[in-house]
């Protein structure tokens, strides 16, 4: 199985700063054949279902705010938020889906500062 | 939009069973894979159970792996969950989410999840 892990845990960031969340797999999650990292990230507010945010390492889902950006290939990826505000507050998780089980980082909890 | 709607979970006691059911609208189920993620109190998610479109391959967490089934009726639109066995740390809130495809890939879709507490 691949395992994910994201760092760090936690995160505190005033409003109106950058955020960065990491996303470590345990092996290469890019299918060579289409040059696609098969990683998305999902965001989960309090007494709600995970949301999509971004697909293929880097792609915003439709409707997702433009601050919201990924980055990365490989194994290593990164969720940036470029500007802090206060809805953002949440716990952010990755998922691999290059092969099953899809698996999901630990989560990392972003709080406001 | 795309709804999914998760029902069946409540008390059981150890060792009893439940099946979840997840009701699948505005969107053509057949054509997508679909997935069982649970989320145990104040944990992160896990990929418990997918299946592909038209019923086609499984895939189970070794953590179920003999206890669990999923399943889908697409004249119904319904994914299932048949849980046995069932133990104290299966207790979570199981929420079922629509792939992007027809076999594997990301989720765009989720249920709001059914809570399934495994007590006695």
């Given at each position: 199985d691949i395992v994910v892990t994201q760092s760090p845990d936690s995160l505190a960031v005033s409003l109106g700063e950058r955020a960065t969340i990491n996303c470590k797999s345990?092996?290469?999650?890019?299918?060579s054949s289409n040059n696609k990292n098969y990683l998305a990230w999902y965001q989960q507010k309090p007494g709600q279902p995970p949301k999509l945010l971004i697909?293929?390492?880097?792609t915003r889902e439709s409707?997702?705010?433009?601050r919201f950006s990924g980055s990365g290939s490989g194994t290593d990826f990164t969720l940036t938020i470029s500007s802090l505000q206060a809805e953002d507050v949440a716990v952010y998780y990755c998922q691999q889906?290059?092969?099953?089980?899809?698996t999901f980082g630990q989560g990392t909890k972003l709080e406001i500062k | 939009e795309v709804q999914l709607l998760e029902s069946g979970g409540g008390l059981v006691q150890p060792g009893g069973s439940l099946r979840l059911s997840c009701a699948a609208s505005?969107?053509?189920?057949?054509?997508y894979a679909m997935i069982w993620v649970r989320q145990a109190p104040g944990k992160g998610l896990e990929c418990v159970s997918v299946i592909g479109a038209s019923g086609g391959r499984t895939y189970y967490a070794d953590s179920v792996k003999g206890r669990f089934t999923i399943s889908r009726d697409d004249s119904k639109s319904t994914l299932y969950l048949q849980m046995n066995?069932?133990?104290?740390?299966?207790t979570a809130v199981y929420y079922c989410a629509k792939s992007?495809?027809?076999?594997?890939g990301y989720y765009d879709y989720w249920g709001q999840g059914t809570l399934v507490t495994v007590s006695s």
């Open positions: 345990s092996q290469s999650v890019l299918n697909y293929w390492a880097s409707g997702v705010p433009n889906y290059y092969s099953t089980p899809h | 505005r969107f053509t189920f057949r054509s066995s069932l133990r104290a740390e299966d992007i495809g027809g076999d594997v």
